[in-house]
């Protein structure tokens, strides 16, 4: 590898690109994880005959959705990745896995308010 250059990336990523629509195309699904847990959780829906009763696009989503991405651009990690560099014992990781935590509870809060979140 003696040089990198930006346009081999990128040729690289639409080849990724069109070879997965194109497999989308003529095989209806998507190989790699993300075609294994559809398969597998669509079965598991199926068979529980679950129902979301939310499915609209909201403000509180667009929101969510944000602030989300604000704060993965500032804290830098993926919720997943954050988790496993806990093993670094990284201050910035334990911090954005606990800011993730408080924003996980605090979120629920107007919910549990207006008495929206189904009793379990």
């Given at each position: 590898m003696?040089n990198?250059?930006?346009?081999a990336s990128?040729?690289?990523?639409?080849?990724?690109?069109?070879?997965s629509?194109?497999?989308?195309?003529?095989?209806?699904?998507i190989?790699?994880?993300?075609?294994?847990?559809?398969?597998?959780?669509?079965q598991?829906i199926r068979?529980?005959?679950l129902?979301?009763?939310?499915t609209?696009?909201?403000?509180?989503l667009?929101?969510?959705?944000?602030?989300?991405g604000l704060g993965w651009?500032?804290?830098?990690?993926?919720p997943g990745p954050a988790l496993t560099?806990l093993?670094?014992l990284?201050?910035e990781?334990?911090?954005?896995v606990?800011?993730m935590?408080?924003g996980?509870?605090v979120?629920k809060i107007?919910?549990?308010?207006?008495g929206?979140?189904?009793q379990?």
């Amino acid at each position: 590898m003696a040089n990198f250059t930006p346009v081999a990336s990128l040729l690289r990523g639409l080849l990724i690109g069109i070879a997965s629509v194109w497999l989308l195309a003529a095989n209806g699904c998507i190989a790699g994880i993300s075609g294994i847990l559809h398969g597998l959780f669509a079965q598991l829906i199926r068979r529980k005959d679950l129902k979301f009763e939310k499915t609209d696009i909201d403000a509180p989503l667009i929101v969510g959705a944000a602030v989300f991405g604000l704060g993965w651009g500032i804290g830098g990690y993926c919720p997943g990745p954050a988790l496993t560099a806990l093993s670094n014992l990284s201050t910035e990781a334990f911090v954005f896995v606990v800011a993730m935590i408080v924003g996980g509870i605090v979120g629920k809060i107007p919910a549990r308010l207006t008495g929206s979140l189904a009793q379990r």
